[in-house]
Each structure stands twice: as C-alpha cells, then as structure tokens.
C-alpha cells in the first residue's frame, strides 16, 4: 500500500527544489564549458530533483543521482557542489531509510566510484587535486555515517516500544488471571458455604418447634460457618487490595478436608473421607484446587444430586494426586454436570496443570468427579 504523502515528503521536495534552483544558478554563473547548454541542464536536473523522493525510493534515488553525477563529469562538464551535495544527501537517505544490506552495498559502490569520478575529470579536466580524494571520502563515510547511526537509533526506540507494549499486555493478562482465580475462588467459598446454610436454615425452621435444643445447634453451626466465610472473603478482598503477594493467611488444602467433611454432614449429607497412599507435601496450586474440586463436587451434591451419602477419596500417587467424590443421588441430570460455573471452575483448575478431569453417571447409580492434578 502507497504511503500517505507527509510534511516530511513536502521538506523533501523543498530541499530538492532549492539544490537544484542552486545548481542551476552555479552553472549560469560559470564561465566554463557548458555545452551543449540543454543537455547539462537536463543531467544537472537528474542529478538534484530526485532527491525529493529520498524518504520513500532511497536507493532507486542514489542510483539515479550518483549515475547523473558520474554523466554530467563524463560530458566534461563543470560539477558543481550542489550535485555532490545532492548525492551526499542520497546516500544518507540510504543509511537512514533503506534496508542495512543496501545501505552497506551503497556505501561500498560510493567507495569504489569515487577514484572513477576523480578519473574521469582529470580526463576531461586535466588537473585533479589529489588532496580532494581523501576529503572526499571523508564527507561521503561521514553522510554513511551519520544515517547508519539515525537508523539504528530509530529501530532501537522502535524496539524499546514495542517490548514495553508486550510488557504492559503480559501485565493486563497477568492482572485478567489473577481476577479469574479470585472470581473462582470466590465462587467456591459462597457457593459452598451459602449451600450448606441454607440447607441448615431450613432444617433449623422445621425442627425448631419441636427440637430447640437442636435447632440453636444448628445455628450454632450456622453462625460457625458465617464466621469462617467472612474470614474467607476479608482474604481475597486483601488480595484484591494488596496483590497476591501480600496474602498472609493460609488458603485451604487437603489437609482440611476433615473440617470440609464436618461442614457437609452438618447439612444433611452423610460423606466418607478416605485417603489412599503417602500423604506428602503438593505444590500449593495443586493442593487448593484439588480441594476446591472436592468442595464444589459436594456443594453440588449437596444442591442437586438428592443424594443421602458420598464419598471422598484422596490417592497420593508418584506423579501426583487424584480426588474422587461419588455419591448415590439422581445423577448426571440433575448434579449440573452438563455445565455451569462449578464445573467450568473444576476444567479450568485441573486445566492449569494440565490434568485429567471426568464426571458423569457411575455404575450403580449416582455421580461421579475424578481429576487427576500432576505435581
């Protein structure tokens, strides 16, 4: 696609418009040879004019004015300096906007042309100062220069730009992570904790006329379980304050899946916690979600599945560790197992570790969450 024409290219045009204005007027001040008149002016035009394209055609540019250069010398004209200025001004355009293999070659032709000028106009000339040759190679290496150096600064901040954009996008997915994680967790914590509530609300209401004693154990339970989801939500609100790295509290993990157990027998469901191999030490990733897992497959129980016993089986195993819960309820139709937020959470944990997650129907009746989470 064509470049939009800028105040760059109207500089550019300019500054070749007032080099060649001046060249031509270098040569009508002259009293050397300049015939035949037209064709010094069409070489002294093609020699400064096309420098106004030098930003977008640098080296097509170099070629047409250094070979008008060379030309306007071969014809034995005088070569005044605006025409060696205006090659000069190419081969900066060249290390300044063409690619750095171009630019190296232009720099290597100019080096080899140049004894080819100085040649060429002792021929027609007769005298050369040889005192220019050095001189010459001197303005043409510096204009190399100066352009090689601007193009390199250019790409460096180019460069500096775009890794602070990559660092500021992997900061804006890291900080979308961490909303995520916070969102799911608490996710869980209300889910689970307001399930088992209401669950022991309603029985607290039916039983409270007839049993006090055991309704105000219930809301014993309940002011217990209000209590440790408050705990729960002040830790991820100071996450969402302070960061991750700020958290002091410790986040659950199989080692309280006891107290989880309790929770969910004091709502209601009767669950067996089973543990199968060495318990050892997982990485804290590993352990949460793994208790989350455990957590939202009994909260659905608890919910949906009508089920009146589960059970949870924790297997350490040397490349990781597996959780199942089962339960004897209605099953897959109505323990959410065809989506939702609690089972996407359960993907998007055993996802991170790039581990195994099943759920569905099981033999016998019932449902059935299995994940495997490698360590």
């Not at 760059?8 to 040879?33: K, S």
């Not at 059970?311 to 939702?340: F, I, L």
């Amino acid at each position: 696609m064509t470049r939009r024409w800028s105040r760059d290219d109207a500089v550019d045009w300019a500054l070749a418009i007032a080099v060649t204005v001046g060249a031509e007027l270098q040569r009508a001040g002259c009293d050397c040879n300049n015939d035949p008149r037209w064709l010094d002016v069409l070489v002294t035009l093609l020699a400064t004019l096309p420098i106004g394209l030098r930003r977008r055609r640098p080296f097509p540019v170099l070629l047409v004015v250094g070979a008008a250069s060379i030309a306007h010398i071969a014809f034995g004209f005088n070569n005044p300096f605006l025409i060696t200025f205006a090659v000069l001004v190419a081969l900066f355009s060249v290390a300044n906007h063409a690619q750095w293999g171009l630019s190296v070659f232009a720099a290597f032709a100019t080096a080899i042309v140049l004894p080819v000028s100085f040649a060429l106009d002792w021929h027609n000339q007769g005298r050369v100062n040889l005192s220019d040759l050095p001189y010459n190679y001197a303005l043409f290496g510096a204009a190399w220069i100066l352009g090689d150096n601007l193009r390199r600064q250019r790409e460096q901040a180019q460069l500096a730009m775009r890794l602070t954009a990559a660092e500021e996008e992997r900061s804006k997915r890291a900080l979308a992570d961490e909303r995520v994680r916070i969102a799911r967790e608490l996710h869980d914590v209300v889910a689970h904790t307001l399930s088992v509530i209401v669950l022991q609300a309603g029985a607290g209401r039916r039983i409270a006329p007839r049993q006090p004693e055991r309704a105000a154990a219930v809301l014993g339970g309940i002011e217990s379980l209000g209590r440790e989801a408050l705990g729960d939500m002040r830790r991820l609100v100071g996450m969402l304050r302070t960061g991750p790295e700020r958290e002091h509290e410790p986040q659950p993990s199989l080692e309280r899946l006891p107290e989880l157990a309790d929770r969910v027998r004091s709502a209601g469901l009767h669950v067996d916690l089973r543990t199968e191999g060495q318990p050892r030490s997982l990485p804290p990733g590993v352990d949460l979600s793994a208790y989350r897992i455990v957590q939202e497959a009994l909260t659905n129980t608890l919910r949906h599945a009508g089920a009146g016993r589960a059970e949870v089986v924790v297997r350490y195993c040397d490349t990781g560790v597996e959780v199942e819960v089962t339960d004897d309820g209605r099953g897959p139709s109505a323990n959410g197992a065809t989506g939702g937020h609690g089972l996407a959470g359960m993907r998007e944990r055993v996802g991170m570790f790039g581990g195994e997650l099943q759920v569905g129907a099981r033999n016998g009746g019932g449902f059935r969450v299995r994940a495997m989470l490698p360590a």
